[in-house]
């Protein structure tokens, strides 16, 4: 340093005070000590910043092994599911296959016995048999049907016809059930009318649904049929004072092989029969439900587009009585108390006592009696107890059971 600068420098130094130098001195031990807090703190966190990165990194690797093997997975189960719906789809088409074989084999003993069966007299045992097997060949039909809806949907051939006319025919064919079970039917329209629609479908729908209805129907009240027209619709209801659907079933009444058992109904059903009306009424563009309520008529009810009304002459309303009064033989049963009285105790499942007592019971074919005999082996052959209890409440007062 030079002579003057150094002269200038102490002279600088002399004019501070020594506070001041303490000052300057501490405020850089601070400055250093903010530094090297600042440099620590930043190795840290650089430190973290690596380990979080590490920590990534194996997160990351350990998703993607995640990913590769539910991939995998899913792979292994659309795998399986393709398998399991091949083998479904095999299935199927083996069981249309077996029940278009099995259904055809039995189309043309159904229709012999059918045939040879044919116009037998009123409550003989061969009209039973007819019965029977018509109830079958409707069954076979059924399932027929509805395996053929399944691979495409069956395609109607529309007609015109009377659609009281066409009721009418339903009812008279299923007059052997509906006097075996004692029933009274009812047809109320207002108005005659005509549909466009494949007469063969909508006659078998009648069938099934009258016969759901005489299935479960009160035997002391009568089947109601209701008709109207609705736009262009035919509106018809089938009403019958029997047991309410359960609950349960409401959402899958429709669905094939499911039915409501009832304490009324001796009868087997399948579960077929509404499958079928709800296929019919889709077919055709028509709608079908029911309406149920503990201690109201049960109404089942279908809609049915192109109807028009029909000609003049057409029945409008109609009554069919199938219930025999035999009220009137309650005397005349009387005197043969003591031979039928044991009838009372049994119920008509015990068909081989009750057919020990009707054989040794020999009306003359012009006695009264004979009506009431046929009448309760009827009984005895559908299973119908209630019709049963009516037919022996004729006889006299009942003996010990033996």
């Keep these: ?183 009274q039917i009812r047809v109320s329209s207002e108005g005659n009318y005509r549909l466009k629609a ?41 009403v019958n004072h029997g047991i309410a659907i359960p609950q349960e079933l409401h959402s899958t009444l429709f669905d094939p092989f499911v039915h409501a058992a009832t304490a009324k109904s001796p009868m087997s059903s399948t579960g077929l029969g509404l499958a079928f009306c709800k296929m019919v009424t889709e077919i055709h563009s028509g709608t079908i439900g029911f309406q149920s309520e503990v201690g109201e008529p049960v109404i089942f009810w279908f809609t049915l587009p192109d109807c028009t009304e029909g000609t003049e002459t057409a029945t409008t309303d109609m009554e069919f009585d199938f219930k025999p009064d035999f009220n009137w033989l309650s005397e005349i049963m009387q005197n043969h108390s003591e031979l039928l009285a044991p009838l009372k105790t049994y119920e008509v499942f015990e068909m081989s006592r009750i057919m020990q007592v009707l054989q040794q019971f020999h009306p003359q074919p012009e006695d009264p009696a004979s009506e009431w005999k046929k009448e309760i082996e009827q009984a005895v052959y559908h299973c119908d107890n209630v019709r049963f209890k009516e037919l022996t409440k004729l006889v006299g007062p009942a003996t010990e059971k033996h």
């Design 198 to 238: 494949d007469r063969a479908l909508i006659a078998r729908l009648f069938e099934n649904l009258l016969t759901n209805a005489i299935l479960h129907s009160d035997p002391d009240k009568p089947v109601m049929v209701n008709l109207k027209k609705e736009n262009d619709c035919l509106r018809t209801e089938i």
């Design 1 to 183: 340093m030079q002579p003057a600068e150094l002269s200038t420098f102490l002279t600088i130094t002399n004019r501070m005070d020594t506070p001041g130098i303490y000052f300057l001195v501490i405020l850089n031990l601070f400055l250093l000590m903010v530094i090297a807090f600042l440099f620590f703190k930043w190795r840290k966190l650089k430190q973290e910043t690596h380990h979080l990165k590490q920590e990534i990194a194996a997160r990351n690797d350990q998703i993607y092994r995640l990913n590769i093997e539910n991939a995998t997975i899913k792979l292994q189960i659309n795998e399986k599911e393709s398998e399991a719906n091949r083998q479904l789809t095999a299935l199927k088409q083996k069981n249309r296959i077996m029940t278009g074989m099995v259904v055809h084999d039995l189309k043309n003993p159904l229709y012999s016995i059918l045939g040879m069966s044919s116009g037998q007299s009123a409550g003989s045992k061969l009209e039973y048999f007819h019965e029977t097997a018509k109830r079958m060949l409707r069954l076979v039909l059924n399932i027929l049907d509805l395996s053929k809806h399944e691979e495409s949907p069956i395609q109607p051939v529309y007609s015109l016809f009377e659609v009281q006319d066409l009721l009418g025919e339903v009812i008279a064919d299923l007059s052997p059930t509906l006097r075996d079970k004692s029933l």
